[in-house]
C-alpha cells in the first residue's frame, strides 16, 4: 500500500541501510503489538522509535529504566489536593501513543512487571480506578545484551507480551560512510516530518486484521507452535499468545507484500523474531551449542508446510 511505503521510506531517511529492520518494525505496527529491540548501545535502536513516532505523528514519551526505577515512576501516582480534599490521579509516561522503554533490562524485575497489566489489558489501575491508554499503543522496549553488566532478565510473563523481538546490527562499511555524510552538519532526526496520522495507523491495522488466513494455515501455525512445547530443545514452549502473535504478524507481512491472504512462507519466516525469545533452551540444545533462534530454525524446518490450492 501507497501509505505504508510512504512511512517506510521516510524512517529509512534517518535509519540507513535496514530495510529489513524497518520492515520487521512495520509489521509489529500493523499487528498492533510491542516490540522488543535488543542490541549493543549505539546502534541507533532509540533513533529508531523516535523516527517512527515522528512519522506516524504519534504522541511518544520515553521512560530511561535504571535500578532506582519504582513503579509509579512509570504509571503515575496519586498525590493529594488540599484544596479540593481528595486524591488526584498524576498521569505517568506510560499515558502515550509510543512508549520507549529504554534500556528494559536495567530495572528490577519488581519494576518491569508494572508494565505487564499496560501490555496487555491496555489500561492502568490505581487503586479502584481503571484508566484506559490511547488507542493505538505500543511498548517500544530496548535492551543490551543480557551479559551486560548491570542487566536483569526478563520476566518470562514479560518476554510473552512482546510480540516480536528483532536485533538491528551493525551497518555495512557503505551505509555507514553514509550515516557520517548525513550528520555531518545535521541530525536528519530533526528534520523529520510525519507522513501519517493516527487514524491513517487504525486503518491500516483494522485492514491487516481482515487478511484472510485459511484453515491450512491456521492449522501450520498451532503446529509449529505445538512442536515448541513438545521438542526436546526447550523446556518451555510457546503460549497460545504467540500463536496468535505469529498470525497476526503473518498477516502484516501479507500486507507489506501486497497481498490479502496470507500464505505459508509469511508464517515461516516470521517464527523467529515472533517465538525465539519466549522459549527456555533444554539442555540438551545447550549441550549441542545452540541458542534459541538456532533451535528454533532446526525445529522449524522439520514441520511439513501446508499446499494451498489456488
Known amino acids: 500500500m501507497d501509505k505504508i511505503k510512504l512511512i517506510e521510506k521516510n524512517i529509512e531517511k534517518v535509519i540507513i541501510g535496514k530495510n529489513s529492520v524497518v520492515k520487521n518494525i512495520l509489521k509489529g505496527i500493523l499487528a498492533g503489538g510491542h516490540i522488543l529491540i535488543e542490541d549493543i548501545p549505539g546502534i541507533g535502536k532509540t533513533t529508531l522509535v523516535k523516527a517512527l513516532a515522528k512519522s506516524l ?154 487478511v484472510k488466513v485459511s484453515e491450512e494455515i491456521y492449522k501450520y501455525i498451532v503446529k509449529i507452535v505445538k512442536e515448541t512445547r513438545d521438542s526436546k530443545l526447550f523446556t518451555l514452549g510457546a503460549s497460545p499468545r504467540a500463536s496468535i502473535a505469529l498470525m497476526r504478524i503473518s498477516q502484516a507481512t501479507a500486507i507489506l507484500k501486497g497481498r490479502d491472504y496470507v500464505i505459508p512462507e509469511d508464517v515461516k519466516e516470521n517464527a523467529g523474531i515472533v517465538l525465539a525469545h519466549r522459549l527456555i533452551l533444554s539442555s540438551y540444545a545447550r549441550g549441542q551449542g545452540s541458542n534459541a533462534s538456532e533451535a528454533l530454525q532446526i525445529m522449524v524446518s522439520t514441520v511439513e508446510p501446508p499446499r494451498l490450492d489456488g
Do not use: C
Not at 497489566?117 to 545484551?145: C, D, H, R, W
Open 57 to 210: 505523528n504519534l504522541s511518544y514519551s520515553r521512560i530511561q529504566f535504571t535500578p532506582d526505577l519504582l513503579p509509579s515512576d512509570i504509571l503515575g501516582i496519586s498525590i493529594y489536593n488540599q484544596k479540593e480534599m481528595n486524591f488526584e490521579f498524576r498521569k505517568g509516561p506510560i499515558f502515550a501513543n509510543i512508549v520507549l522503554a529504554d534500556e528494559i533490562n536495567r530495572t528490577s524485575p519488581k519494576t518491569q512487571a508494572a508494565l505487564l497489566e499496560a501490555m496487555e489489558e491496555k489500561q492502568v489501575s490505581e487503586g479502584n480506578n481503571i484508566y484506559e491508554l490511547k488507542k493505538p499503543f505500543f511498548v517500544m522496549a530496548t535492551q543490551n545484551p543480557i551479559e551486560y553488566e548491570g542487566t536483569f532478565n526478563l520476566p518470562e510473563a514479560q518476554l510473552d507480551r512482546f510480540m516480536i523481538k528483532i536485533k538491528i546490527g551493525y551497518p555495512s562499511f557503505e551505509d555507514e560512510i553514509t550515516i557520517l555524510k548525513n550528520f555531518k552538519v545535521d541530525v536528519p532526526l530533526e528534520k523529520l516530518e510525519a507522513v501519517a496520522s493516527i487514524d491513517d495507523v487504525l486503518m491500516l491495522q483494522e485492514i491487516t486484521r481482515r
